[in-house]
């Protein structure tokens, strides 16, 4: 048998037991800490209670945004809704009967620290829990924007920038060759590692980039982009190629072209060249002066100028014939099938070596006025050479300074 003091710590320590009991109330757990939620879209925070008693639980959300006073979201008896809600909160909230909330058409500014409080009037304490709610923005594919896509062997803080256009709380990353990038001594990250900066540059560096952007809801990749690196030997070589092709191009047109030098023989001294028109394969020019008739200025090939034919010499009487002097070409072998229309059966003009043309008038004909039209072909050749130097000139010190512009831009 039992004495009396045992007896009284027997009682005493069920009573102890079933104030524990009591003390328990309702117990709130959750399967989740984070819900991570996007804009637009729904989040459920989920919870669970445990309870001695069967009546309806009061719920009570609220949500404390960095230091700031908790704001109470919605409170409950069971699944009904008592008292008014906020604005922003208003047509958005659903309450559970296991105490857990529904929230719509995420926005950015549901982003905090929520808390729920359940309690049961048959019950001494209430169950708390807390759940972290987080709003993001999905990020957009990301995009790299460099200087150029090549760079010269041992330049100088080449620049590689990672950007996006949505997207909230992005981390960036960096990929070379598929691997992924880290700070060393040469290839350097920015604190927040949207750009890549390259130190110096060597024949190494030359392969494939791609950064990486995500956010606590999605993760975007960029498309990948080449990075070539030229040997600054191996540049000076295509520039000096492109040099030498572009002179000696030009050279060989200036050698070719060579300024017509065949003489141009006047009929008539008076005839003034208002209008001139050389035809491209035909050996004539024809002009005309007002209130005149048409003129024909012959231009003969150079066979014909060199060797013009010899007239027959008058004799006396009681000499011998020399022989038959050497007759000039038909006409039909100079004009046959050259001369359009009322320009075809025209003879031109037969002479002996340094003699001067004959005049319309019959007397020997002069030299033309300050010299200015019988060399008017040489001069018109000479100013074509001349334009079609100069711009052959100004196409190649246009690719001169384009090629320095380029490498000037890469170093």
């Given at each position: 048998?039992?004495?009396?003091?045992?007896?009284?710590?027997?009682?005493?320590?069920?009573?102890?037991?079933?104030?524990?009991?009591?003390?328990?109330?309702?117990?709130?757990?959750?399967?989740?800490?984070?819900?991570?939620?996007?804009?637009?879209?729904?989040?459920?925070?989920?919870?669970?209670?445990?309870?001695?008693?069967?009546?309806?639980?009061?719920?009570?959300?609220?949500?404390?945004?960095?230091k700031v006073k908790p704001v109470t979201v919605v409170q409950s008896i069971g699944t009904e809704i008592i008292?008014?809600?906020?604005?922003?909160?208003?047509?958005?909230?659903?309450?559970?009967?296991?105490?857990?909330?529904?929230?719509?058409?995420?926005?950015?500014?549901?982003?905090?620290?929520?808390?729920?409080?359940?309690?049961?009037?048959?019950?001494?304490?209430?169950?708390?829990?807390?759940?972290?709610?987080?709003?993001?923005?999905?990020?957009?594919?990301?995009?790299?924007?460099?200087?150029?896509?090549?760079?010269?062997?041992?330049?100088?803080?080449?620049?590689?920038?990672?950007?996006?256009?949505?997207?909230?709380?992005?981390?960036?990353?960096?990929?070379?060759?598929?691997?992924?990038?880290?700070?060393?001594?040469?290839?350097?990250?920015?604190?927040?590692?949207?750009?890549?900066?390259?130190?110096?540059?060597?024949?190494?560096?030359?392969?494939?980039?791609?950064?990486?952007?995500?956010?606590?809801?999605?993760?975007?990749?960029?498309?990948?982009?080449?990075?070539?690196?030229?040997?600054?030997?191996?540049?000076?070589?295509?520039?000096?190629?492109?040099?030498?092709?572009?002179?000696?191009?030009?050279?060989?047109?200036?050698?070719?072209?060579?300024?017509?030098?065949?003489?141009?023989?006047?009929?008539?001294?008076?005839?003034?060249?208002?209008?001139?028109?050389?035809?491209?394969?035909?050996?004539?020019?024809?002009?005309?002066?007002?209130?005149?008739?048409?003129?024909?200025?012959?231009?003969?090939?150079?066979?014909?100028?060199?060797?013009?034919?010899?007239?027959?010499?008058?004799?006396?009487?009681?000499?011998?014939?020399?022989?038959?002097?050497?007759?000039?070409?038909?006409?039909?072998?100079?004009?046959?099938?050259?001369?359009?229309?009322?320009?075809?059966?025209?003879?031109?003009?037969?002479?002996?070596?340094?003699?001067?043309?004959?005049?319309?008038?019959?007397?020997?004909?002069?030299?033309?006025?300050?010299?200015?039209?019988?060399?008017?072909?040489?001069?018109?050749?000479?100013?074509?050479?001349?334009?079609?130097?100069?711009?052959?000139?100004?196409?190649?010190?246009?690719?001169?300074?384009?090629?320095?512009?380029?490498?000037?831009?890469?170093?």
């Amino acid at each position: 048998l039992f004495s009396r003091e045992e007896t009284h710590c027997n009682n005493h320590a069920l009573c102890v037991i079933a104030l524990a009991t009591l003390a328990l109330g309702v117990n709130v757990t959750s399967q989740t800490q984070v819900v991570r939620g996007t804009v637009g879209r729904e989040a459920l925070l989920s919870v669970s209670y445990s309870s001695s008693s069967a009546d309806k639980p009061v719920i009570k959300w609220q949500v404390k945004k960095d230091k700031v006073k908790p704001v109470t979201v919605v409170q409950s008896i069971g699944t009904e809704i008592i008292g008014n809600l906020r604005p922003e909160f208003r047509h958005r909230i659903q309450v559970f009967e296991n105490g857990s909330l529904l929230l719509h058409n995420l926005q950015l500014s549901d982003e905090g620290t929520y808390e729920v409080e359940i309690s049961i009037t048959d019950d001494t304490f209430t169950g708390e829990h807390y759940i972290e709610l987080t709003v993001d923005v999905p990020v957009s594919k990301p995009y790299i924007q460099m200087m150029a896509s090549s760079v010269l062997e041992y330049s100088e803080h080449f620049h590689l920038h990672c950007s996006h256009d949505n997207g909230t709380k992005p981390t960036y990353s960096w990929l070379k060759g598929g691997k992924v990038l880290t700070n060393d001594s040469r290839l350097l990250l920015s604190h927040d590692q949207k750009v890549l900066t390259i130190s110096r540059v060597l024949m190494s560096d030359d392969d494939v980039y791609a950064c990486t952007v995500e956010n606590p809801i999605s993760s975007m990749k960029s498309i990948p982009v080449r990075l070539t690196v030229y040997r600054r030997s191996s540049l000076y070589i295509i520039l000096s190629t492109g040099g030498i092709f572009l002179l000696i191009t030009l050279v060989t047109v200036c050698a070719c072209w060579k300024p017509s030098k065949q003489k141009i023989y006047i009929l008539n001294e008076k005839t003034e060249l208002n209008t001139i028109i050389t035809f491209m394969f035909f050996p004539f020019i024809i002009s005309g002066d007002s209130g005149a008739s048409r003129r024909i200025l012959w231009q003969p090939s150079a066979d014909l100028v060199h060797a013009p034919p010899v007239p027959p010499q008058p004799v006396s009487a009681g000499t011998a014939s020399p022989s038959a002097p050497p007759r000039s070409p038909p006409a039909s072998r100079l004009l046959s099938g050259s001369l359009p229309g009322e320009l075809s059966g025209i003879v031109p003009p037969q002479f002996q070596p340094g003699e001067e043309g004959p005049s319309s008038s019959g007397h020997p004909s002069q030299p033309p006025a300050r010299g200015g039209r019988v060399h008017g072909a040489q001069r018109s050749d000479s100013r074509l050479l001349t334009a079609l130097t100069a711009v052959w000139k100004i196409v190649f010190t246009l690719g001169y300074v384009k090629c320095m512009f380029s490498l000037g831009s890469t170093l």
